[in-house]
């Protein structure tokens, strides 16, 4: 086993600069991510949760600062694919499914052929919705087992960093509220480190060890969970993206 043991850094960034051509999004962001720890991405839209995302999975360059994954340097000359087949999962926003291929087509692009059966018994495992939809199109799915799916495509994979990006867009509350935890679940029995970008504050403070939030940008607030759920003005700078302080 080489992966890194409980608790190890698997994302570090330090002063992270992160955007687009000519316009700066991400400022000076800072954080850890261990393996088994579930860190909380909070803030309102335009915030750079999403720019942040794609910068740590190397389909944008850092335009500042250092983003170390699994114990190594991401530079603009490290390739996507490179890093997902360190271990690097990223679920994006618009789930990335291959719409005219059956749930397990997905899958098997996923990767889960690889391990003779054993892959795909465990996707059921996390979710046995997906069991009698295997021979289903993608595209026919509803949202919910659309980003089921874009999760299973995931843990097919066995990441030790997932990164996920407002898993619940679309997607009914008491859906939300069923999909959100299995991402704790991943980190507990996988030991994977989970950044998870989450429009539903309140749901992604219930599974995270902490959070970051982030307003135009910068960090606004950042500690442990439990304590931010608590923190009503806090919680207004996620949503809202009012001065926090
Ligand atoms: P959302 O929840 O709306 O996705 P977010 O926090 O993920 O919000 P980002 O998608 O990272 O925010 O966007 C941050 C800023 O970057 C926004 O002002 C957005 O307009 C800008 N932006 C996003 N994509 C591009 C792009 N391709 N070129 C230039 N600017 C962009």
């Known amino acids: 086993m080489t992966g890194p043991s409980a608790g190890d850094p698997v994302l570090r960034l330090r002063a992270l600069e992160a955007g687009y051509a000519g316009v700066t999004v991400v ?5 850890e991510v261990g393996a088994g720890e579930v860190v909380a991405l909070l803030g309102p839209n335009g915030a750079g949760k999403t720019t942040t995302l794609c910068t740590i999975s190397a389909l944008l360059p850092a335009k500042g600062g250092e983003i170390e994954v699994l114990g190594a340097a991401v530079t603009p000359r490290t390739r996507p694919h490179r890093l ?8 994006p926003e ?23 059966g054993a892959a795909l018994a465990q996707v059921l495992d996390y979710f046995p919705a997906l069991g009698s939809l295997l021979d289903r199109r993608a595209g026919l799915l509803s949202g919910g087992e659309q980003q089921m799916l874009a999760l299973a495509r995931a843990l097919v994979r066995r990441p030790r960093l997932l990164l996920v990006d407002e898993m619940s867009l679309g997607l009914a509350p008491v859906i939300v509220e069923r999909l959100v935890p299995v991402v704790r679940r991943i980190a507990d029995e996988l030991g994977a480190g989970v ?6 504050v309140a749901v992604a403070l219930e599974v995270a060890d902490r959070a970051v939030v982030l307003s135009h940008g910068e960090v606004v607030g950042e ?5 931010l759920a608590r923190d009503q003005h806090l919680l207004a700078a996620s949503y809202l993206g009012d001065a926090a302080g």
Not at 84 to 91: D, T
Not at 103 to 108: D, F, I, K, T, Y
């Open 223 to 227: 500690g442990a969970a439990a304590d």
């Open 27 to 31: 400022r000076g962001l800072s954080l």
């Open 84 to 91: 997902a087949r360190r271990g690097v999962a990223h679920v």
């Open 195 to 200: 950044l998870l970008v989450e429009q539903h």
């Open 94 to 116: 618009d789930r990335a499914l291959f719409s005219q291929l059956t749930v397990r087509e997905n899958l098997a692009v996923g990767g889960a052929r690889d391990r003779g």
